[in-house]
């Protein structure tokens, strides 16, 4: 029994590892959303009504497309959100006399792009309104709340639906926002006006059209709309949390090459040897199959000749830029998604790479023990 007890440890530690693996790459899958949509900060941040402009001149230049039939054209004229976040805000349910503070979304656009599977409420809607799980329950006591009201700002929205999250959320149309139309009408008339206060709209979520670079698209929203906008990375998040995810599978891989090596190095005839070699050959395979799969460089990491260095230089240092950018910036809720993704895919990842190199450390210590006990055992 003593035998077999001092392999618990590992066997165990060999379970949590797979598991750690397996979460890893999940957290990993949940970034891929990134190669679909361009997530943006604004330069300088917008009011609702300018964001209400902007989304005009969108319609305006899809329907001229649309009545041109180019279609070409319209695909080439990307769906878009912008939005922005006001903390603690009063939520009151006047029917229950409940109230909550929640952060607010404030959108303008396809709320779709900003919480996933969502398509209500329509450009048009301008009464209706989102709430997340959390503010379902503190409101109302119950998260099947669609279709009832809730004040936000002394006006009264219908719920269109609730959506996942316990961060005690709420997002509304910008164009609808009472402050947003006191502000614009009163600014002549009125000195203290606040619409610098309603200047909160620093995000942007653009929907990647097929084929169009990153560089492209800004360059692209820039030209169309007059507005400066700096992309967040996420792409390179992705890349550096998959680096982590594969961590586990190239330890192994080289440690199992090595190992193989070593025996047919050792092997005194031709058959071993050739067992050895179509092994070697064959996990080779295995592993490049894998990672020709999984493992996918853009294109704007490839540099047009390799001896380019000045392109690595430039490339390195807007990678730093990014990350800085990424890790500086305010969070809002809709950020906690992918930041939390990155965080737990590259966390677990190198947990469950650390959990591997003890395992194997333990397993060469063992093989090492054994090989010294077999001549005092003869």
């Not at 912008?82 to 656009?109: P, S």
């Not at 891989?253 to 058959?271: A, G, M, P, T």
């Not at 990014?322 to 969070?331: A, D, E, N, V």
């Not at 190199?357 to 060469?364: A, G, S």
Request: charged share 20%; hydrophobic share 40%.
């Amino acid at each position: 029994m003593k035998k077999y007890g001092r392999y618990l440890l590992p066997a165990g530690m060999a379970g949590l590892g797979c598991l750690l693996f397996y979460i890893s790459a999940a957290f990993w899958g949940n970034l891929g959303w990134s190669k679909e949509y361009i997530l943006s900060c604004i330069s300088e941040p917008l009011s609702e009504n300018q964001a209400a402009v902007i989304m005009e001149q969108h319609v305006e230049q899809l329907e001229k497309e649309i009545s041109g039939n180019n279609k070409q054209r319209q695909e080439e004229i990307p769906d878009f959100c912008i939005w922005g976040q006001k903390e603690q805000v009063l939520l009151t349910n006047e029917n229950l006399a409940r109230g909550i503070q929640a952060d607010v979304i404030l959108f303008c656009g396809n709320p779709n792009l900003v919480f996933e599977n969502c398509r209500t409420p329509a450009r048009d809607d301008r009464q209706g309104c989102l709430i997340d799980e959390e503010a379902a329950w503190k409101l109302f006591g119950s998260i099947k709340v669609a279709g009832k009201t809730i004040t936000y700002e002394e006006n009264q929205y219908v719920i269109r639906k609730v959506i996942p999250g316990m961060n005690g959320l709420a997002a509304f149309p910008a164009a609808s926002s009472s402050a947003s139309g006191t502000d614009i009408s009163a600014k002549e008339d009125e000195p203290q006006t606040v619409q610098p206060e309603a200047k909160v709209l620093n995000r942007v979520t653009i929907k990647k059209p097929e084929g169009q670079s990153v560089n492209e698209l800004q360059t692209g929203w820039i030209s169309r709309y007059g507005m400066d906008i700096q992309v967040l990375d996420l792409e390179l998040l992705r890349g550096l949390s998959g680096l982590c995810v594969l961590l586990v599978p190239i330890t192994v891989s080289v440690f199992f090459l090595r190992y193989l090596y070593n025996q047919y190095r050792n092997q005194k005839r031709w058959k071993g040897k050739a067992v050895m070699l179509c092994l070697i050959f064959s996990l080779v395979v295995l592993t490049l199959v894998l990672f020709g799969k999984w493992v996918e460089i853009p294109d704007s990491y490839i540099p047009a000749k390799w001896s380019d260095f000045n392109f690595w230089a430039q490339l390195i240092k807007q990678k730093r830029e990014s990350l800085q950018l990424l890790f500086t910036i305010p969070k809002s809720v809709p950020d906690y998604g992918w930041s939390k993704s990155f965080a737990a895919g590259a966390g677990f990842g190198i947990t469950a790479e650390a959990i591997a190199v003890i395992l194997l450390f333990f397993w060469k210590c063992s093989k090492i023990e054994s090989t010294f006990r077999k001549p005092t055992g003869g």
